[in-house]
């Protein structure tokens, strides 16, 4: 199991800037993608954005233009700058780290999806 590490949560204005950092212990993969999900209270888990191991990108349609999402391949970590955040932006935000890993005969197959314990975001209006 990855170990996933969030931090940079807190308490913000409306129309305020965070950047969030997910930090991944050391991991194998024949291609891996680092997800951002939140969860607003009473609400599901929602995804926000991911990223691939080459870089492919999408962000979900609320957070298009606001968020922005990067990774540092070196360091294992993974980014979330938002800006304009809004009230309704308040969440627990999770990383998240889908991979797949290759077989000792060389196949490649889905791993279990690893999981940050998450940073709390709050947007005051």
């Known amino acids: 199991q990855v170990r996933l590490v969030e931090s940079g949560g807190g308490s913000v204005q409306a129309g305020g800037s965070l950047r969030l950092s997910c930090v991944a212990s050391?991991?194998?993969?024949?291609?891996?993608?680092m997800r951002w999900y939140r969860q607003a209270q009473g609400k599901e888990r929602e995804f926000v954005p991911s990223?691939?191991?080459?870089?492919?990108?999408k962000y979900a349609d609320p957070v298009k233009g606001r968020f922005t999402i990067s990774q540092d391949t070196n360091m294992n970590t993974a980014y979330l700058q938002m800006n304009s955040l809004k009230p309704e932006d308040t969440a627990i935000y999770y990383c998240?780290?889908?991979?797949?890993?290759?077989?000792?005969?060389?196949?490649?197959?889905?791993?279990?999806?690893?999981w940050g314990q998450g940073t709390q975001v709050t947007v005051a209006s």
């Open positions: 998240a780290l889908a991979r797949t890993i290759r077989l000792p005969a060389g196949a490649c197959i889905d791993g279990p999806d690893s």
């Open positions: 050391k991991f194998t993969s024949c291609w891996y993608e």
């Open positions: 990223i691939d191991e080459d870089g492919r990108i």
